[in-house]
């Protein structure tokens, strides 16, 4: 099976760097991806990571480790529009199975 | 131009009733998924249909039960609804160039089952 951990929530100063955490246990990798959903909408895609290291995009960034089971998210020069859920998901073995996790409620203050 | 969409956006019934949901996505990809989020916003994946043909089926009542006409529609019926069906449902969609990585949500469909 697989189990995915990530804070709940989190808060955050508008302009600064938040990083959030995802961990997970998984019976088999195909690869991890994060998704951002604001309150009452529909996830939408950010990135995903199939091999280990750092993969950046624009002020967002998304980092892996395999053998430590181990991704975070890295959120720079903070924008109120961020406030939302972040959920970080894995693809494990079986083709197309795939579990996201309970997702980090971030807070951007002003 | 909405890439993927789903009907109805509200959705109240009663215990017992029979209803379905329409998703359809326009972005030529073949792949789709359907998602329930319940109340602590757990999104969990209930079924993906590649071509028209099943390739997930997780630990789903049968009550519910997807049907995919073409690969640009695939549509949930659920039957004698119960309390605890109570949810949003995502449709979603995938391309084969990403694999299921980058899936394309649709607005969701809340369901309440009183």
Request: net charge neutral.
């Given at each position: 099976g697989q189990n995915i951990d990530q804070p709940t929530e989190m808060t955050a100063t508008e302009g600064a760097i938040v990083?959030?955490?995802?961990?997970?246990?998984?019976?088999?990798?195909?690869?991890?991806?994060?998704?951002?959903?604001h309150a009452g909408e529909a996830p939408t895609f950010l990135s995903y990571n199939v091999l280990d290291g750092l993969e950046e995009k624009g002020r967002f960034s998304s980092f892996l480790s395999r053998s430590k089971g181990y991704s975070y998210l890295l959120l720079k020069e903070l924008q109120m529009k961020d406030s939302a859920s972040y959920l970080c998901a894995v693809w494990g073995l079986g083709g197309q199975n795939f579990v996201f996790g309970p997702g980090t409620r971030l807070s951007v203050l002003p | 131009d909405t890439a993927v969409s789903q009907t109805p956006k509200y959705l109240v019934t009663q215990m017992g009733n029979d209803k379905s949901i329409k998703c359809e996505q326009n972005l030529g990809h073949d792949t789709m998924y359907w998602y329930k989020q319940d109340s602590k916003k757990f999104l969990k994946i209930m079924f993906s249909y590649n071509n028209k043909e099943l390739i997930i089926n997780e630990t789903v009542p049968n009550r519910f039960?997807?049907?995919?006409p073409d690969k640009a529609h695939l549509n949930l019926h659920i039957n004698s609804l119960e309390l605890g069906d109570s949810a949003v449902y995502f449709c979603?969609?995938?391309?084969?160039?990403?694999?299921?990585?980058?899936?394309?949500?649709?607005?969701?469909t809340r369901l309440t089952v009183t």
């Open positions: 990083q959030i955490n995802c961990t997970y246990q998984t019976s088999g990798f195909n690869g991890l991806f994060w998704y951002q959903q | 039960s997807p049907k995919s979603a969609s995938s391309g084969a160039g990403t694999g299921p990585y980058e899936q394309y949500f649709g607005p969701g």
